[in-house]
């Protein structure tokens, strides 16, 4: 069974534009989470969709956004991007949404976004 | 505020020796507390999930423990390889709160 795929694995881009990642989960999973990390916060959580729909949302601002499809490929899109949106940005995937779930969670290996 | 914090911040032993991860947190409410291995340049991979009620959870090499009194974790390896030299995260769920990570690095 293939893993968790992220597309692209490197990008470069400039302050104020735009960026797309795409990340297709494990055949059969329909819960979808992205995270941002960077060496100075760690692992956060961006949010969660299952079956196309928000469940949960961390603490980032608007320019974050995300949507679920429903083959459970997901996308995250952040706009105007800035100096500090430069991370590595991990999708994950699991069978049922995290919150009170005890599904395994089978991470991406990464998209590492550099803004300049 | 929620928080999870990780000791030590990075930690070197030699190969073949054990030593022990911990996990302290403030978050409520709680679901379960996962611990992960990553590796440079890769995505974490789960090791545990321990619920409320789990004292104690072991896959292959690593132990972890749960004390929900205390809210205190902590991650045991037994005769420590090469091959686990990475950064062990652990997350308590369902708020998400990482901890930001214990670098260990295990020396021929």
Known sequence: ?116 | KNQVEQSPQSLIILEGKNCTLQCNYTVSPFSNLRWYKQDTGRGPVSLTIMTFSENTKSNRRYTATLDADTKQSSLHITASQLSDSASYICVVTPDLTFGKGTMLLVSP
């Open chain 1, 1 to 116: 069974k293939a893993g968790v795929t992220q597309t692209p694995r490197y990008l470069i881009k400039t302050r104020g534009q735009q960026v797309t990642l795409s990340c297709s989960p494990i055949s059969g999973h329909r819960s979808v989470s992205w995270y941002q990390q960077t060496p100075g916060q760690g692992l956060q959580f961006l949010f969660e969709y299952f079956s196309e729909t928000q469940r949960n949302k961390g603490n980032f601002p608007g320019r974050f956004s995300g949507r679920q499809f429903s083959n459970s490929r997901s996308e995250m899109n952040v706009s105007t991007l800035e100096l500090g949106d430069s991370a590595l940005y991990l999708c994950a995937s699991s069978l049922s949404p995290l919150a009170g779930g005890h599904n395994e969670q089978f991470f991406g290996p990464g998209t590492r976004l550099t803004v300049l």
